[in-house]
């Protein structure tokens, strides 16, 4: 299987980060067609990729040889039985979405069964995502190797179960949301301490990218890391953040979680 052409349904976040990552490394396929709605995201998306066909005709993209479904699952229950008699029979979908299931979105497109899961995440944008992804059965090595490498410019991709999809998006897909702020709130307060602003990027840049080393390759259990510094000036604040962290976390996972 080789890729003439590649089809995204829907034109948003998710699709600027894969195109600005191919982009990036210079490895942009030669033709891909966006399929969306919103008149000022095709502009957008035209202004940034000049390569890229923005449209609004989403059969299109059902012609590509890979479509990547970046929809989110209300607008997917929509779009994707409209496109059950023009998807190309040899052409994989990959779906970027949590919530349906492969068995849901085989039904919806009439039995078809080529079907990839990849759960997206924003650090792609440079490379350095982590991007899980399930292969369905009906696809053989030739494929996913294929398809392993279209992702490679996004960062890692590992293979992981299809139930286990839902787990990641709220862990890695989201994850940056739950920490970006506070980082950015640390560089307004080295700024106000006196250090310029690529200083204190710097420093907590650096800071962060050691904290999660320290606990990937430290061999360390959380007690003897937590261990490591004598001082934590938010220690009184730990229980209310953990328990917003096991409270609502855990209830958005049950709410995307496929059931059955």
């Known amino acids: 299987m080789e890729i ?4 995204f349904l829907g034109g948003g976040r998710i699709v600027r980060i894969m195109l600005t990552a191919w982009q990036k490394k210079c490895s942009l396929p030669r033709r891909i067609i966006v399929s969306e709605n919103d008149g000022a995201i095709r502009e957008r998306l035209k202004a940034e990729f000049p390569s890229v066909e923005a449209v609004t005709d989403c ?4 012609g ?3 479509v990547f479904m970046a929809l989110h699952p209300p ?39 080529r079907i990839a899961r990849m759960i997206p995440n924003a650090p792609s944008i440079i490379g350095k995502g982590y991007n899980p992804v399930w292969y369905a059965p009906s696809l053989g090595k030739p494929e996913c190797e294929l398809l392993d490498g279209l992702f490679s410019p996004l960062g890692d991709t590992p293979v992981v179960s299809e139930d286990a999809l839902e787990a990641y998006a709220i862990l890695s897909a989201m994850g940056p949301t739950y920490f970006w702020f506070q980082l950015f709130q640390l560089i307004e307060l080295g700024q106000s301490f006196g250090l310029e602003r690529e200083a204190a990027t710097e420093a907590v840049c650096r800071m ?24 934590n000036p938010l220690a009184e604040d730990e229980p209310a953040v953990k328990k917003i962290y096991q409270e609502r976390l855990t209830a958005l996972y049950n709410k995307i979680k496929p059931a059955g």
């Open 75 to 113: 607008a997917a229950k929509t779009v994707l039985p409209e496109l059950k008699l023009s998807l190309n029979p040899k052409a994989v979908l990959v779906s970027l979405a949590p919530v349906l299931t492969s068995v849901k979105i085989g039904g919806m497109l009439g039995g078809f069964n």
């Open 4 to 7: 003439d052409s590649i089809g």
């Open 64 to 66: 590509c040889d890979i």
């Open 59 to 62: 059969t299109l993209v059902a």
């Open 208 to 231: 962060i990218c050691g904290a999660a080393g320290t606990i990937y390759k430290g061999k360390l259990s959380p007690e003897q890391i937590l261990d490591l510094i004598p001082v």
